[in-house]
């Protein structure tokens, strides 16, 4: 693995929320960036204007730019995810979703509140860090 998941027990347990506190990567591993996926088809519209959907497609989306990679969800280390308007169901369908794909062992995560993104259909964008063994 090029990558080490800790969750410090000083710390409240954060895996049922959807993320861990620390990752640590190995030298010499090679970094892919994802750039912000959202709830897109591929001509670019969003798929649905419900969170949930939008929520699924982005990191459906996000699955295929790291296959691009020849990666999945296992070699992610880090989320950085955008929400707008969130709340704590927003939240919980989040940490849902990034457990379905990452088990047990999700990589770390922070969840931005923002005020709208790039277009005004789009309600949650995910961007991602991930380690290439």
Known sequence: ???TIV???GLHDPVPFGYSHTAAISAGTGLVLVSGQ???GPDGTVVSPDFAG???Q???NLGVALAAHELDFSHVVQLRTYVVDP???KLGVIGQAVQRRCGDTPPTQTVLG???LAMPDIG???EAVAARP
């Open 1 to 3: 693995m090029s990558y």
């Open 7 to 9: 969750n410090p027990a």
């Open 38 to 40: 959202y709830g897109s």
């Open 54 to 56: 939008q929520v699924e």
């Open 58 to 60: 982005a990191f459906e």
């Open 87 to 89: 709340d704590f169901e």
């Open 114 to 116: 923002v005020a709208s």
């Open 124 to 126: 949650f964008e995910v």
